[in-house]
């Protein structure tokens, strides 16, 4: 890595190569570094191809650098504004019909079905 390339700065890159995992961007003519799948976009990405080819001209965020080994790690998605998400409305549950007769010890299933199916009925209607 002949250019240090800072945590946090937004740079310019060339897709040079896509695998399962993630995509290489070419920074310059020396360096590469890694966009993982999960940072292409916001929301799920199911076949990277479906979001970039090679040779397409990309931004990306400098998310991490390890000059140990050589890799950059680089994020899309980050440097994109977030979806905004719905709020989701509560179920709504509905009330059971309580019995007005007070039961008395146990039932059995058999004897309890007609109590229920008269229930529904009610609750059709």
């Not at 946090?8 to 890159?13: A, E, H, I």
């Not at 570094?33 to 479906?50: F, P, Q, T």
């Amino acid at each position: 890595m002949t250019t240090k390339y800072e945590i946090g700065s937004v740079l310019t890159g060339k897709v040079a190569g896509i695998q399962p995992y993630g995509a290489f961007i070419a920074l310059d003519e020396e360096t590469q570094g890694l966009v993982h799948i999960s940072e292409i976009k916001h929301g799920y990405v199911k076949d990277i191809n479906d979001h970039l080819k090679i040779g397409d001209e990309v931004k990306v965020k400098v998310l991490s650098v390890d000059e140990e080994n050589g890799k950059i790690s680089l994020s899309i998605r980050a440097i994109e504004e977030a979806p905004k998400q719905e709020k989701k409305q509560p179920r709504r549950r509905q009330a059971s019909v309580i019995s007005e007769e007070p039961t008395e010890g146990f039932n059995t299933l058999k004897d309890k079905l007609q109590e229920w199916i008269d229930q529904s009925d009610l609750i059709k209607k």
